[in-house]
């Protein structure tokens, strides 16, 4: 078993940076590939950023390339999503989950069905 606790949420403006992060305890962290998914209100959760278990391989969804970028620190059991330039349409609620295996590749990268944990979710806001 695997938990997952995301932090770094707020309310920010347009143009702003914000860093989440993504706390794993439980069974290796380096066992896991991560990934990000986000749910805007009234919109079904989507994917955002992922990345293999080494770190070798992100993956993006194209409305967040060059905005965002996903890294780990396997030493610290944390996931982390850098956010800048920030847009409304970045208003979400932000899930980290965890894959076992550690592989990804460009489809299964971004189908909820590839994770196996999930947390709970961090709220970001931005307003204009």
């Known amino acids: 078993q695997v938990q997952l606790v995301e932090s770094g949420g707020g309310l920010v403006q347009a143009g702003d940076s914000l860093r989440l992060s993504c706390a794993a305890s439980g069974r290796p962290f380096s066992i896991y590939a991560m990934g990000w998914f986000r749910q805007a209100p009234g919109k079904e959760r989507e994917f955002v950023a992922a990345?293999?278990?080494?770190?070798?391989?992100?993956y993006y969804v194209d409305s967040v390339k060059g905005r965002f970028t996903v890294s780990r620190d396997n030493a610290k059991n944390t996931a982390y999503l850098q956010k800048n330039s920030l847009k409304t349409e970045d208003t979400a609620i932000y899930y980290c989950?965890?894959?076992?295996?550690?592989?990804?590749?460009?489809?299964?990268?971004?189908?909820?069905?590839?994770?196996?944990?999930w947390g709970q979710g961090t709220r970001v806001a931005v307003s204009s």
């Open positions: 990345i293999t278990w080494n770190g070798g391989i992100t």
């Open positions: 989950a965890a894959a076992i295996g550690g592989r990804l590749n460009g489809w299964t990268a971004s189908k909820e069905r590839t994770y196996d944990y």
